[in-house]
């Protein structure tokens, strides 16, 4: 099992930056492909970007493509996600997510994702 922690949110300007902080706490980290979802208030969980567990390949969702880095330091049981250019289309709860045999083809479907954390509220202002 993996118990996952987020920070880093927080109340920013449009056109400013955010880094979000993921610290999973358990064994085997390294072995848990890893994502980001957010969900916005009367709208369905939306999946951001993930990071796979051999390769470090990261995918990203077309809404952040060019604006959003994510990365893993395996050392830290810890994925990051560097936010840059946010707008206030961004507002949401983001969450982490773990598991650990999901084909590349499923990864932007949570039903895929065994762990959750609890989330971090970022809050963009126009």
């Known amino acids: 099992q993996v118990q996952l922690v987020e920070s880093g949110g927080g109340l920013v300007q449009t056109g400013g930056s955010l880094r979000l902080s993921c610290a999973a706490s358990?064994?085997?980290?390294?072995?848990?492909?890893m994502a980001w979802f957010r969900q916005a208030p009367g709208k369905e969980r939306e999946f951001v970007a993930s990071?796979?567990?051999?390769?470090?390949?990261?995918i990203y969702a077309d809404t952040v493509k060019g604006r959003f880095t994510m990365s893993r330091d395996n050392a830290k049981n810890t994925v990051y996600l560097e936010m840059n250019s946010l707008t206030p289309e961004d507002t949401a709860v983001y969450h982490c997510?773990?598991?650990?045999?999901?084909?590349?083809?499923?990864?932007?479907?949570?039903?895929?994702?065994?762990?959750w954390g609890q989330g971090t509220q970022v809050t963009v202002s126009s």
């Open positions: 997510a773990a598991n650990r045999g999901a084909i590349l083809s499923t990864i932007r479907n949570p039903t895929v994702y065994d762990y």
């Open positions: 358990g064994r085997d980290f390294r072995t848990y492909n």
């Open positions: 990071i796979r567990r051999n390769s470090g390949t990261t």
